[in-house]
């Protein structure tokens, strides 16, 4: 999902809820209240391709992984911007700008 998309979809929510964080998998009692919207400092890689002929695709942070991929094909790496959603109160006191 890009900012935008994001945006988009807020539109209409009311200014004053609450923004929670939900893993996958987790159910909402499970929720986080995000404490921090942080943008990475780190370069991320969108990777596609095909691995025994299916379809993959991975987000990660750094630099493209091109040795790992030996046996994928058609891999195609571009770099992307991120911006973290934060939950956890330690790491948002340490990921505040200033």
């Known amino acids: 999902m890009k900012v935008s998309e ?10 004053d809820a609450r923004v929670m964080l939900l893993s996958d998998g987790s159910t909402e009692a499970d929720a986080h209240e995000v404490r ?3 943008p990475s400092g780190v370069n ?4 596609r ?3 025994k002929g299916r379809e993959y695709e991975f987000l ?6 091109r040795d790992v991929r030996t046996d994928c094909e058609q ?4 770099r992307v911007s991120v911006v973290l959603l934060v939950a956890e109160e330690e ?3 340490s990921a ?3």
Request: aromatic share 12%; hydrophobic share 30%; proline share 11%.
């Open 6 to 15: 994001l945006l988009e979809l807020l539109r209409e929510a009311d200014p």
């Open 44 to 47: 991320w890689t969108r990777e």
């Open 49 to 51: 391709g095909l691995d």
């Open 75 to 78: 891999v195609t790496y571009a």
């Open 96 to 98: 505040r700008p200033g």
């Open 91 to 93: 790491f948002s006191r």
């Open 60 to 65: 990660y942070p750094g630099e493209p992984h």
């Open 36 to 38: 921090c919207i942080h």
